[in-house]
């Protein structure tokens, strides 16, 4: 009984260890040679955003958009605003149920376009 005690704690310790955040990591990088400002990344569902108001050239956020509340399909928007006033609106990825396929999404902005990058997911 003691075995199965110590063996039921263990499995639940390492649960809670390993347990998968519900959500996806994201990195914007500017590339460009200006500002970037109303930064926002979201899903389809728009539950929840991360906002930045201001990245500079050649800097880098990397933030975490939690998907717990999330129970559609859908896919991931990044909107940013460049220097001159231009609203720009880049997509793509894919979640189903709610969740994320993928661990990661690098955005990185150029001066004229937005290169996007996702965690290739292994089944």
Do not use: Q
């Not at 003691?2 to 990088?29: M, P, R, W």
């Not at 108001?53 to 880098?60: F, G, K």
């Not at 997509?91 to 999404?105: A, F, I, K, P, R």
């Amino acid at each position: 009984m003691k075995k199965l005690l110590a063996f039921t704690f263990i499995l639940t310790l390492s649960a809670c260890v390993f347990y998968k955040k519900d959500g996806i990591e994201v990195k914007i990088k500017n590339a460009s040679s200006e500002a970037i400002t109303n930064v926002e990344f979201t899903t389809t569902e728009k539950l929840d955003i991360i906002r930045i108001d201001r990245i500079e050239p050649n800097e880098s956020v990397t933030e975490f958009l939690s998907m717990r509340k999330n129970k559609t399909d859908g896919a991931y928007s990044l909107t940013f605003t460049r220097v001159d006033g231009k609203k720009e609106i880049s997509g793509g990825g894919y979640y189903t149920n709610g969740g994320s396929l993928d661990h990661w999404v690098d955005f990185i902005v150029e001066k004229d376009t937005t290169i996007v990058k996702f965690d290739a997911p292994i089944y």
